[in-house]
Every structure is written in C-alpha cells, then in structure tokens.
C-alpha cells in the first residue's frame, strides 16, 4: 500500500476538514436577491450555484436544522438558506415597499440578522415564522423611513403556464383583469398597515392564523378581526370604483 496515499486519507494535507469560519456579513456577498426574472447563481456555472446546492441538499436537511448549523459557526448553511428562501422573501417584502432596491436591502438586512441573531432562535419554532417576522419589522422600519406603503404587488408568473396564441386572447377581456388588478392593488395599498399586513399574509402567503399570530405578536383573534376588516376594506373600494362583480 502506498503510504503516502494512505496518509492523505483523513489525516493528511489533503484530507483535513477545513476550519468553520466565523460568521460575518461576506457570506452573503456571493448571493444575488432573486425577483423572478433569472436565475440567482453568481458563478455562472451550470450546476454549482446556491440554488443548485440548496435542491440536492433539501431533502436532507431541514431549516431548522441549517440554522443550528449556522450557530455552530457553519455559514455554507447560511448559503442554503439564502438559496431556498431568497425568491419567497423577495416576493413577500416586494408586496410591502415602494421599489425592488428597498426590497433587496431588506431581504439582505434580513439574512445578516439571522446571521448575527441566530442564536435567538428559539427551539421548537419555525424558521419561516421568524424569518418573516424579521422580514416584516424592517419593512416597517423602512415604510416609517420613506412614509410610503403605496405599492403592493401581486405575483405575476414569468412564465405562462401554457401557450396562448393570438386567436385566444380576447384583448378586451384581458384590459379589464389588468384594471381590475390594479384597483385591488390601490385598494391593498390604502389599508391600515395592521390590516395591510394580514391580508399579505393570509391572501399572498398562504400562511395559517397562528403563524401570522406569531409574527405579529398577537391574538389568532386579532389576526382574523383584522383580515375581516381589510378584506371588507378592499370589497368595498372596489365597489366604490365600479367593480361589482367577484
């Protein structure tokens, strides 16, 4: 047996696992704050970006799970976790701020926090649920900066999930859905922020009551009388604006 190559087994140069690097906002600095449009891998080679990454290792490792890792000092896991959730956090902040640059300074602020706070996560707790509940205090931190919550927007898909040619398309069908969208959009945006907030949570998220409950820091009861009034909020503008039908 070749002793040298034996050696480099485990306990040689090259076997030796590499130190864990200590936490620090350069491990998001290879991330790139994905809205939809493209992919998010900086390297630009085919299967070795982040997103890659965070798909061959989804089914092993749960968000809680790469978080303890991120508290024992491991920030490739933070890359995992920027991967997995950087298009569903751009998306949720983009609804609650004015432009895609306050929601991509967010989205970053967001993940340096769960960088230097991961050691306030409570165990038993969700991921998802304090990411958000992150997510959502800097955008109020941001709206009181810019006093603006005028634009919320809906999920529009980059790509259609079927073909539609030209004979299909009913041209005045299809200004009157993008009216009508943008009335909801007017309507969402002249809530009350409590009440701006449930809906995007509820109606946008898909999140359960407790979930928002948890990151509001409030009663489920709360949360529900809450969406009640801004679903009649919005019913009601649309109606004031001669949109009568569901």
Not at 6 to 18: A, D, K, N, Q
Not at 84 to 95: D, G
């Amino acid at each position: 047996m070749n002793m040298h190559q034996h050696g480099t087994r485990g306990g040689g140069p090259r076997g030796r696992s590499p130190r864990p690097s200590r936490p620090s906002g350069g491990a998001l600095r290879a991330f790139h704050w994905d809205d939809g449009r493209g992919a998010s891998d900086p390297s630009g080679e085919r299967g070795r970006g982040p997103r890659t990454i965070a798909r061959q290792a989804a089914h092993l490792r749960t968000d809680e799970e790469l978080l303890r890792a991120v508290q024992a000092g491991d920030t490739d896991s933070l890359g995992l976790l920027v991967a997995r959730w950087e298009r569903p956090l751009f998306r949720f902040v983009y609804r609650l701020l004015p432009g895609p640059e306050d929601a991509r300074d967010v989205c970053q602020e967001t993940f340096l926090r769960i960088l230097k706070r991961s050691h306030r996560f409570r165990q038993g707790s969700r991921f998802s649920t304090w990411m958000y509940q992150i997510a959502l205090n800097l955008c109020r931190d941001q709206a009181r900066k810019t006093k603006r919550w005028s634009r919320i927007l809906v999920d529009t898909p980059s790509q259609p999930d079927r073909a539609v040619g030209p004979e299909t398309v009913d041209p005045a069908r299809s200004a009157e859905l993008q009216e009508r969208a943008s009335a909801v959009l007017r309507a969402i945006g002249a809530l009350p922020e409590e009440q701006r907030e449930v809906v995007v949570l509820k109606e946008f998220e898909g999140l359960k009551f407790r979930e928002i409950a948890v990151i509001l820091g409030c009663p489920e009861s709360t949360v529900k009388s809450r969406l009640y009034y801004g679903l009649n909020g919005v019913r009601a503008a649309l109606v004031g604006q001669g949109f009568t039908k569901p």
